[in-house]
C-alpha cells in the first residue's frame, strides 16, 4: 500500500491506495505551518482506514511550501553565484534578470572564476587553486547559508563545478552546495537562474522533508518518502533535499495525472479548483502537455519543462465583492483559513464557497465536520448568484479556449474541492466528467506516481556513432531512473528527442531522453 498527500492552499488532502485501487481518503484544513496539517491528515486517514501500518511502503507527498517561498519573498537562504566561465561568459552578470525583491532577499554576491568547458567537452581554461582558495574565503566572508556552481557546458562536462563542489563543502560544510548540472540542461543563464534557486531552497526543503518523516515515523510508518517533482513523477526524499526546485509546480501535474487515473482517459482538459486557485491544462497519453517554452519560478527564468497551464485566482476562498454594481471574484482568498472566515462558518467575509452554498453548488455535508450553515447564506440576492455563476463560467471557458489547440470540442475531467464550480457544460467542450473520488485528485495523482530519470545535453558524434550516442543517453536515463527509485525491469523510455545543431563546428547533436518505472518499494 502507499499514502498520497497532496498540501494545497486551503485543505492537505491524503489518499490510501493499493495498486489501483482507493482505500480511503480524507481531507484537513491546511495549517499554517504546513507540518501540522500534513501529520493530521496522516492521522485522519490511518484511524478511518485502519490501515496495516507495516504494509505500507511508500509515503508521497506534493507541496506548495517551496514555491510559495520563493512567490512570498519568504524562507529563502542567502545565496553565492560562481561561476566558472573565464576568460568568457561575463557579459551578464548572475542575478542580472531577478525581480529586485527576490535578487535583495537572496544575492549573496557573484563570483566569476576561470573554467568551463566546450560543448563537446573540451577544456576551456583549467581551475585556478589560488583563486578558488580566494573565493571561498570571500564566501566565508559572506556568511552566505548556499552556493550555486556553474559551470559553462557543465552538463557535457561537470569536472569543474565537482571539483570545485569538493572544495567548497570541505572548507564550509555548513553550506548548501548546488550543482547547475544537476539541476538543468544546457543553456548557460537559465541553468544557472534554476541552480540559484535551488540553492536558495535547500535550507528550507531540509525542514520540509524532515517534518514529513517525523511525521510519518510518529505514526509507527516504515515507508519511503518521496515528493513529487514537475513532471509527474517522484523524487526519493535525500535527493528533493538537494534538488527541491524541482517540486515547483508539482500540485497541479498531481491532479491532472489523478484526473486522468479516475477518469481512465488519457487525453482531455483539465479543470482542477482548489480553495485557492484554478488550473487549467491539456492531458496526452495521460501526462500534462509540456509549455513550449521557458518558465518563470517567481519572476526568474529558468530552462525547466513546465507543464503548460493557465491558472486562474479563483478557487473556494476567492473573496467576492460587489459594490454599485462592480463584481470581483479573487484574487484575494482565505486560504486555509476559509472554516473560519467564511460567511457559511461564521465568519464576515463573502467568498465562493458561500455563494456555491447558497446556490446549492455545494453541500454541508462536503466539509469535513460538516461546518457550515446553510440559514447563514440563505439571504444572498439572487442576481448576486446569477452574477457570481455569469463571471466564473466565462473566465473558466477563457481559459478552456487558451489550452485547446484544436477548435474541435475537448472531453472536460473537472476534480478539486470546490469543483462544484464548473457548470456542467462550457463552450469549447464535448461533456463535462466529474470522477469520483475528484476531490482528491491530487493526492491520487501523488500516489500513483512513477520514479524517472532525464538525460538532456549535447553530444558529439566524431567519436561515435548516432545510434552508440542515442543507447548511451538511453542506459544513463535508465540507470538515473533506478537511481530515482524505479524498479529496474518496469523501467521504460517513456521519451526520446533529438536535435541537430547544424550551427556548432563538427557533428554535434542535442539528445534528451527521459525513462520512468514503477517504485521497487511498492511495485505489486
Not at 316 to 331: C, F, H, K, Q
Not at 350 to 367: K, M, Q, V, W, Y
Request: proline fraction near 5%.
Amino acid at each position: 500500500m502507499r499514502v498520497g498527500i497532496d498540501v494545497g492552499g486551503t485543505h492537505t488532502d491524503a489518499v490510501l491506495m493499493r495498486e489501483r485501487d482507493v482505500l480511503g481518503w480524507v481531507k484537513r484544513p491546511t495549517s499554517a505551518d504546513v507540518a501540522s496539517g500534513v501529520e493530521d491528515a496522516l492521522a485522519a486517514l490511518l484511524a478511518e482506514t485502519r490501515a496495516d501500518r507495516g504494509a505500507i511502503g511508500a509515503v508521497m507527498l506534493g507541496t506548495t511550501q517551496l514555491t510559495n517561498a520563493v512567490i512570498e519573498r519568504r524562507g529563502l537562504a542567502r545565496t553565492a553565484a560562481v561561476r566558472l566561465c573565464l576568460p568568457a561568459g561575463q557579459s551578464i552578470l548572475p542575478f542580472a534578470d531577478w525581480p529586485d525583491d527576490l535578487r535583495d532577499v537572496v544575492s549573496g554576491g557573484a563570483h566569476l572564476l576561470a573554467g568551463g568547458h566546450e560543448y563537446d567537452g573540451r577544456e576551456i581554461a583549467p581551475l585556478d587553486d589560488h583563486e578558488v582558495d580566494e573565493t571561498i574565503a570571500r564566501l566565508a566572508a559572506a556568511e552566505v547559508e548556499a552556493v550555486a556552481l556553474v559551470g559553462i557546458f557543465s552538463p557535457a562536462n561537470p569536472a569543474h563545478e565537482e571539483a570545485v563542489a569538493e572544495r567548497v563543502r570541505a572548507a564550509l560544510p555548513h553550506v548548501a552546495v548546488s550543482l547547475s548540472h544537476e539541476i538543468g540542461p544546457i543553456g548557460l543563464l537559465d541553468r544557472e537562474n534554476a541552480a540559484l534557486l535551488n540553492a536558495c531552497l535547500r535550507p528550507l526543503a531540509d525542514r520540509v522533508v524532515g517534518s514529513l518523516e517525523r511525521a510519518v515515523a510518529a505514526h509507527g510508518l516504515a515507508a519511503r518518502i518521496y515528493l513529487a517533482q514537475n513532471d509527474g513523477t517522484l523524487l526519493r526524499a535525500e535527493l528533493s533535499r538537494r534538488h527541491p526546485v524541482r517540486t515547483f509546480a508539482s500540485g497541479p501535474v498531481n491532479s491532472m495525472r489523478g484526473a486522468a487515473f479516475l477518469a481512465n482517459v488519457a487525453d482531455a482538459l483539465v479543470i482542477d479548483v482548489g480553495g485557492t486557485s484554478t488550473d487549467v491544462g491539456m492531458l496526452v497519453h495521460g501526462f500534462p502537455r509540456e509549455a513550449p517554452a521557458g518558465a518563470r519560478l517567481g519572476g526568474v527564468r529558468v530552462n525547466f519543462r513546465m507543464p503548460d497551464l493557465a491558472s486562474l485566482a479563483l478557487g473556494g476562498g476567492s473573496v467576492v465583492e460587489a459594490r454599485a454594481g462592480d463584481l470581483r471574484i479573487g484574487p484575494r482568498s482565505v486560504g486555509h483559513a476559509l472554516e473560519t472566515r467564511a460567511l457559511a462558518f461564521g465568519g464576515d467575509t463573502l467568498t465562493l464557497t458561500d455563494i456555491a452554498l447558497a446556490a446549492g453548488l455545494f453541500r454541508p455535508a462536503d466539509f469535513a465536520h460538516g461546518g457550515p450553515r446553510l440559514e447563514r447564506v440563505a439571504g444572498l440576492p439572487r442576481d448576486l448568484l446569477a452574477a457570481v455563476a455569469a463571471r466564473v463560467r466565462a473566465l473558466l471557458e477563457q481559459a478552456v479556449d487558451a489550452c485547446r489547440t484544436s477548435p474541435e470540442p475537448v472531453p472536460v475531467i473537472v476534480v478539486g474541492g470546490a469543483a462544484g464550480l464548473v457548470p456542467d457544460a462550457l463552450a469549447g467542450t464535448s461533456s463535462v466528467l466529474r470522477p469520483a473520488a475528484g476531490g482528491v485528485a491530487n493526492a491520487i495523482g501523488a500516489a500513483i506516481a512513477q520514479a524517472s530519470g532525464e538525460v538532456d545535453r549535447i553530444f558529439p558524434l566524431e567519436r561515435r556513432s548516432r545510434d552508440e550516442t542515442l543507447s548511451r543517453a538511453r542506459a544513463e536515463a535508465i540507470e538515473r531512473a533506478r537511481v530515482a527509485g524505479a524498479r529496474p525491469d518496469s523501467i521504460e523510455i517513456v521519451e526520446v528527442d533529438e536535435v541537430p545543431l547544424t550551427y556548432l563546428p563538427g557533428n554535434a547533436v542535442r539528445v534528451r531522453v527521459k525513462a520512468a518505472g514503477d517504485l521497487a518499494e511498492v511495485a505489486g
